[in-house]
């Protein structure tokens, strides 16, 4: 589980790419979030992301297959309670001035 500094960094690169509510379904809400980093070309926020929350580099990513890559980033989002986490960071977002 990621620290309140890197977590708070992982929703700044998230929160964009909810569109809309945050959904309870972690699934669905994953898609969404892999559908719109697909459709911006957000794959180094993709990148950064599973690097962050797996605590991996590069090369270890290199490395990986696609499946893994893909399973590291949605264990992550799940570890790291990222429904929770990107509504704090749009409440937290709202209250700062």
Known sequence: MLNTKDALQLAKWL???V???VDDDLLDFTGRIV???KDSD???????SVMLMGDLTI???NNMSGVEIVSAFIDGLAENHII????????????TP
């Open 35 to 37: 559908e719109s980093l």
């Open 42 to 48: 957000g794959n180094e926020v993709f990148a950064r």
């Open 15 to 17: 929160a964009p790419h």
């Open 59 to 61: 090369d270890e990513i």
């Open 19 to 21: 569109l809309d509510e």
């Open 84 to 95: 929770s986490l990107i509504e704090f960071y749009q409440w937290l977002m709202q209250k």
